[in-house]
């Protein structure tokens, strides 16, 4: 798709079916990731693919934000891993990750599937769940699936603030 047609149409689906995903589409979203940049090419994140039944009813328990998805993917950055602005101290693990979540965002909807990022779950309850995840900085659950009939943008996906609001010329 476009790039300014897919910006354009995305919008946080929050009702989806468990119809099966091609692996091929997962394969594609997750190369999405893998290209994603990040600070001195560090690549400090890891996802997880939550797919099988018993995984996702466990990752249930940590969220209310599963809108009916047959797969979940968790994005994770390591602060051990990346960099560090030296002037300030700053670690830019939270910014990668979030780098990486966008390009997975658009690649789900450029896909034809449709998602919602999630950042309202309990995210130290994910972390004893899935050991795994422990030494990372959960940001990002993103349910996938096809969209139901319901999964259509909610009444806040258009109220944006106008360019001259957020951009300031100097
Ligand atoms: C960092 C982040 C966290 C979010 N967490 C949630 C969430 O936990 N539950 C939810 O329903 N939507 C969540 N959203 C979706 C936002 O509410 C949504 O992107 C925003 O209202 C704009 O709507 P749109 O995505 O349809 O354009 C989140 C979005 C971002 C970027």
């Not at 693990?93 to 979540?101: H, K, N, R, T």
């Not at 390009?103 to 450029?110: E, G, T, Y």
Request: aromatic content about 10%; hydrophobic content about 40%; some cysteine.
């Amino acid at each position: 798709m476009e790039f300014n047609e897919l910006i354009r149409e995305r919008f946080s689906c929050r009702s989806l079916s468990d119809r099966d995903i091609p692996h091929e589409a997962l394969d594609r979203i997750f190369e999405a990731a893998r290209l994603a940049p990040t600070a001195v090419n560090k690549q400090p994140f890891k996802i997880w693919a939550v797919e099988s039944p018993e995984a996702r009813t466990k990752l249930a328990e940590t969220t209310s934000y599963t809108f009916g998805a047959g797969v979940f993917l968790v994005v994770g950055g390591k602060n051990e891993d990346a960099w560090v602005r030296q002037y300030d101290g700053r670690n830019f693990a939270d910014v990668d990750a979030a780098i990486v979540a966008t390009h997975i965002m658009l690649a789900i909807h450029n896909e034809g599937l449709r998602s919602t990022w999630v950042g309202h779950f309990d995210a130290p309850k994910l972390k004893e769940t899935f050991p795994q995840m422990a030494d990372y900085d959960l940001i990002a659950i993103f349910p996938i699936g096809y969209p139901t009939e319901k999964g259509i943008p909610s009444p806040r996906h258009p109220q944006r603030k106008a360019a001259v609001e957020i951009v300031e010329v100097l």
